[in-house]
């Protein structure tokens, strides 16, 4: 995926594009994951502040957060945001759902504020152009948080509020670089800081009324869900199944590096699939791998550059996911490597940025379906 021409009031000027971690935070909090959300018992590095925004406290319920909401003396529209919404952009978005209240209330007053009230308009500020506030209009509340995770907080390397305070500060004297990644927002006065602090102040709630269990040690702990619409499997491991099926071989960390001249954003799944054809050696070639625009967009492009376009998958071949589809974005869509068709028509794809996670490869085994698209070399 590609970021999209318009920007947040709260990013100005400029975006840059930076590499996200682990979200480990590297503090000694223990944490378990299902391959696609970390957990900790409160937060994955000291504190709310330092707290890596993608990695979630585990198993806090709606009754809770309904309960904290209730403490905040706003007048909200329960119909619009309450527990079980919440919890539910924390699953589409990857974004900690404290986090989530958190901005919801500083931007807005949980909706009740500015452009937030209008029609259409969502209370995270999202789309709010200084010239033209009402641009928020476009995007309602859940597009929104699932926007800003992908753009604000991992594209541009904001994973905690302590960086984006510091990086308002660095863009205010002039020394802001661009390793450091865009800004989340210009004010200086510790909006971060806020977020935080509101942050512990509902940790401490939930601590009150029931706590949490401790979060699952292994990924078999948590049952899988939540998978693509066009997906028979879904694993951030090697199916090993697969082993000896392999034709170009099982990716290796050198798809997860920056290979040849790739312009794509570290981590995106145009990245990925510029780094496996280098890897694989179907095509070293720049003027080939790049420029062919958002995952949606590649075996058009690939097509044009003399690529074949099959009508079915095959080894070797790029695939894109239309737009809108196995849970894309209709403006970006999706682009993977089939790396094995199976005698029944299925395919093994690797993959990249699936549910956000940009620093491991992905693989699904897919139905064959019309939005998806395929382009091999001649």
């Known amino acids: 995926m590609l970021i999209p021409p318009l920007i947040p009031i709260f990013l100005i000027g400029f975006i840059f594009i930076a590499v996200l971690g682990d979200g480990s935070g590297g503090g000694t909090s223990s ?57 539910e952009w924390e699953s589409k978005s990857n974004l900690d759902v404290r986090a989530i209240l958190a901005i919801a209330m500083n931007e807005s007053s949980l909706g009740t504020a500015g ?151 570290v981590g ?13 050696g179907i095509c070293q070639d720049a003027g080939i791998y790049n420029g062919n625009g958002n995952g949606q967009d590649w075996v058009r492009s690939l097509v044009s550059k003399g690529w074949k376009e099959s009508s079915t998958p095959v080894e070797g071949a790029v695939v894109s996911t239309a737009g809108g589809n196995d849970g894309t974005f209709p403006q970006y869509g999706h682009v993977g490597f089939v790396e094995h068709v199976n005698e029944d028509g299925t395919f093994l794809v690797s993959e990249c940025n699936y549910s956000n996670v940009q620093d491991k490869v992905h693989y699904r085994v897919c139905q064959p379906a019309s939005y998806y698209s395929y382009a091999v070399k001649e």
């Open 31 to 87: 944490l378990g994951t299902n391959g696609q959300v970390k957990y900790c018992q409160h937060w994955s590095d000291g504190d709310a502040y330092t707290h890596n925004l993608l990695v979630h406290r585990y198993g806090i319920t709606a009754e809770q957060i309904d309960g904290f909401m209730s403490t905040l003396g706003v007048n909200y529209d329960k119909n619009r945001i309450n527990g079980a919404k919440l919890l």
């Open 115 to 265: 452009v937030a009230t209008n029609a259409g308009s969502n209370m995270f500020g999202y789309g709010a152009f200084d010239s033209n506030p009402e641009n928020a209009n476009n995007f309602n509340d859940e597009v929104a948080v699932v926007a800003l995770t992908k753009q604000t907080i991992i594209a541009n390397h904001n994973e905690t509020f302590k960086i984006q305070d510091e990086k308002a500060q660095k863009n205010a004297n002039g020394s802001l670089s661009p390793s450091d990644g865009g800004v989340y927002f210009t004010d200086t006065s510790g909006s971060g800081k806020r977020r935080a602090e509101f942050m512990e102040k509902m940790d401490k709630y939930i601590d009150e009324h029931g706590g949490t269990p401790d979060p699952p040690s292994t990924s078999s702990d948590v049952p899988t869900s939540n998978l693509a619409s066009g997906s028979l499997a879904s694993s951030w491991d090697f199916p090993s199944e697969y082993a000896d099926k392999l034709k170009y071989g099982q990716p290796t960390s050198a798809s997860l590096t920056t290979l040849g001249a790739n312009s794509y954003p």
């Open 268 to 280: 995106q799944c145009t990245w990925y699939v510029a780094n496996r054809l280098q890897e694989t």
